[in-house]
């Protein structure tokens, strides 16, 4: 498939089947929004896999009605960012997002976006994020 092909053919899922992403599968798709240009190559992002079924399950209780699709995601990618290393984070990490998503699919899972600036989630931990990939076959 080339790349225009990729992109008229690719959709956001919000339905998954219980099937685990591959450690293959998610170290591609990490690569891939890991070698995104960003402005000044600052690169600001970190990236966050998250594979544990409890997790994804709080985490899809962050923000109401959007995020609701992570209780039956297999693994999420979350993107985080410091605002104050650059004034285009955003512009960088829909970037990385974006490279991810096309992996994503180029690798044949089915996959779904959650932005935000800031969701925070009543975790054992205080998780704020900027953005998420969430991901499952």
């Known amino acids: 498939m080339n790349f225009l092909d990729l992109l008229k053919h690719r959709r956001s899922i919000r339905q998954y089947k219980e099937e685990a ?10 690569e891939a929004g890991l070698l995104s240009p960003s ?3 600052i ?3 970190e990236l966050i896999v998250i594979q544990k079924k409890e997790t994804l399950e709080k985490m899809s209780e ?11 995601a297999s693994a999420a990618i979350v993107v985080i960012a410091d605002p104050e290393k650059t004034d285009v984070w955003t512009e960088d990490c829909s970037i990385v997002m974006s490279n991810m998503h096309n992996m994503a699919h180029d690798l044949g899972l089915k996959k779904n976006c959650v932005s935000s600036f800031v969701i925070s989630c009543n ?10 990939l969430f991901l499952c076959t």
Request: proline share 3%; aromatic share 8%.
């Open 39 to 41: 402005g000044r190559n």
């Open 123 to 132: 975790l054992s931990f205080k998780l704020s994020f900027n953005m998420a």
């Open 62 to 72: 962050c923000r109401v009605g959007s995020a609701k699709m992570l209780a039956g």
């Open 21 to 30: 992403v591959s450690k293959e599968a998610l170290e591609a798709i990490v």
């Open 43 to 45: 690169r600001p992002w």
